[in-house]
């Protein structure tokens, strides 16, 4: 079988009236376009997978994103691939943070591949399990790397413990910076720190930001919904990394590891740091070396054009699942 004349079923993994990342399954599927020209590939909410499915007869269907919720039945669709000779794979967005509701699909799977590499040593040997991270979208998140007019520094996310003890303490340091933060997203009513706001933001308002900012925010989660069993630590960077990158972000990475390492090249694509100083100290460099994120923001953008598009998983995930 050609790959170019795959028939390619792309299937959220959570109904869309629970499913904040919905708009995710899109950039799959572009991504599949391009790497496949030849292919046909449907995108189908979690509602319309099952006639989807049984209208296009697919190849390979992927479910994609969170397959946390009991609501989420992938039974009949894995009764349909079985009985049409197609294979089902799942893309898990959400490990480390949802591992333990992974074990309903291990019966069902063809493929998993997991968005965490850390996660990889937790599944069953017996399972065919990759490591494959999230990415970016040039359609939906190029910009431009012409001038930083936006924020000094700006960061987008949900609000948990560890991101308002770093925000926290980097209120401290803009006032010696003569800097300003602009953070924002769900969760933060609770918290009084200078430059948050407790407000949503599009996804669609991002790219702009990222490129506009001096200076981008990267920092992760240290909160789970069901990992318990193994209390895994996450290790591959998320998927605002990529985004980030392909907006042309200069962004400060907060990082527990080194897994970054193998995505963008510390100084030249990202900037690092382990703890608030040393973030505050990065953060320094570019306020005084505006050019300097200019670099880094290109720099990354390059890398991620290269590397790190949704085209560059689908040719993985189609070279794994058929060989």
Known sequence: MKHDALKILIVSGTPDALNSNATLRSHVGDGFRTAFPGATVTVSSYEDGLRQARALKPDLALVFGSI???SSDFGPLAEEMRRTGGKLAFWLHDDPYEFDMNARIYGMAD??????????DFYPPNLAVYHLPLAGSRAAHWRPVERRAGPDLFFCGHRFANRARLFGDLAHHAQVLGAAMTVVGSGWERDAIAGVTAMRLPGAALPDLYAASLAVANVGRDESLANRRFAIRPSTPGPR???AAFAGAAQIMLVEGLEILDYFEPEAEILLADDAEDFAAQWDRLLKDRDLSLRLGANAQRRAEAEH???HRARRIVDLVFG
């Open 111 to 120: 493929a998993i591949f997991t968005n965490d590499r850390a996660s990889l």
């Open 68 to 70: 946390m919720l009991d």
């Open 309 to 311: 598009g949704y085209e």
């Open 241 to 243: 990394t990529f985004e």
